[in-house]
Nanobody, 114 residues
Framework: QVRLVESGGGLVQSGGSLSLSCAASGIIFNINGMGWYRQAPGKQRELVASITSRGSTNYADSVKGRFTISRNNAKTTVYLQMNSLKPEDTAVYYC????????WGQGTQVTVSS
């Protein structure tokens, strides 16, 4: 089992910045990759950014150039730095880790006011 605990998020004005963190614990030695997804009201959950065990990153087109995913050297914590936030970035952000299966965090709310 992998446990994911998210922190960060909150309310910010348009153009502002926020940072999310996700700490993984449990059986983490075989995590292949981690990432952030988001789900806005009435919409499907979508990938925001991901990072593989080798450090390769992938971003949704809507966040390229504004968001940065990174992790610590131990590969136990993944971060999402969000800059130039827009109201359309408002959503619940979920941390994801993939090992034997996909694991999810509890989600953290990000609200961007116009």
């Amino acid at each position: 089992q992998v446990r994911l605990v998210e922190s960060g998020g909150g309310l910010v004005q348009s153009g502002g910045s926020l940072s999310l963190s996700c700490a993984a614990s449990g059986i983490i030695f075989n995590i292949n990759g981690m990432g952030w997804y988001r789900q806005a009201p009435g919409k499907q959950r979508e990938l925001v950014a991901s990072i593989t065990s080798r450090g390769s990153t992938n971003y949704a087109d809507s966040v390229k150039g504004r968001f940065t995913i990174s992790r610590n050297n131990a590969k136990t914590t993944v971060y999402l730095q969000m800059n130039s936030l827009k109201p359309e970035d408002t959503a619940v952000y979920y941390c994801n880790a993939v090992s034997t299966r996909s694991f999810w965090g509890q989600g953290t709310q990000v609200t961007v006011s116009s």
